[in-house]
């Protein structure tokens, strides 16, 4: 049971243009969501996250956005700069098991310069 | 100030054998969390641990997988009689805290099992 989705495998943009990375979940208790950025051969790193009780999360160029009753969310990056280029994981906490985080299967953002 | 460090980065080891992954988490963290990537899919929780009690292992295999986190020294994820389809990336995060916040936790690079 996929209860985190992310459904494009891979986002091409070209550099300076905003990209924009999709999620989805189907579990109403989750409580707070985030979304980290991956590298080859490297671990997750943490870019940005929100609560559910907001819709919009915002640090420099990464902004979330967060629609409850569509129950889904999404990444904007803007501008893309090829650096950006990684996969990116969207993952889910639900408010009753704390310590653990459900990720979607992640979408490989390809900047292009 | 190192981050979470996991060693090996990479392991073969043939099927049957045993498959010790360790991973030693930032300074001055006490809370031990690892995932599990198969290819082409993304990370599942496995087990949580503090310094010497697991707290949540729901995601653990109940066959070959254990792990520990003592008193002293990094934690050890051990699977016994490895078979192919424990190839995958094992990652280890730690937090200072319990749980998951709004920064989430600190992921290390992993450990690359492969399995021939």
């Known amino acids: 049971d996929q209860q985190v989705k992310q459904n494009s495998p891979s986002l091409s943009v070209q550099e300076g243009r905003i990209s924009i990375l999709n999620c989805d979940y189907t579990?109403?208790?989750?409580?707070?969501f985030l979304w980290y950025k991956k590298y080859p051969a490297e671990g997750p790193t943490f870019l940005i996250s929100i609560s559910s009780i907001k819709d919009k999360n915002e640090d420099g160029r990464f902004t979330v956005f967060l629609n409850k009753s569509a129950k889904h969310l999404s990444l904007h990056i803007v501008p893309s700069q090829p650096g950006d280029s990684a996969v990116y994981f969207c993952a889910a906490r639900r408010e009753t098991s704390g310590s653990r985080l459900t990720f979607g299967e992640g979408t490989q953002l390809t900047v292009n310069p | 100030n190192a981050g979470v460090m996991q060693n090996p980065r990479h392991l073969v080891r043939r099927r049957g054998q045993e498959a010790r992954l360790r991973c030693s988490p930032m300074?001055?963290?006490?809370?031990v969390y690892w995932y599990r990537q198969l290819p082409e899919e993304g990370l599942k929780f496995m087990v949580y641990?503090?310094?010497?009690?697991?707290?949540?292992e729901s995601g653990m295999p109940k066959e070959r997988f254990s792990a520990e986190f003592p008193k002293e020294g990094p934690s050890i994820l051990r699977i016994q009689q490895v078979v192919r389809g424990d190839s995958a990336a094992y990652f280890c995060?730690?937090?200072?805290?319990?749980?998951?916040?709004?920064?989430?936790?600190?992921f290390g690079s992993g450990t690359r099992l492969t399995v021939v």
């Open positions: 579990n109403s208790m989750f409580d707070y």
């Open positions: 641990l503090q310094k010497e009690n697991i707290i949540d």
């Open positions: 300074k001055g963290h006490s809370h």
């Open positions: 995060a730690s937090s200072p805290y319990p749980g998951v916040n709004r920064d989430g936790y600190t």
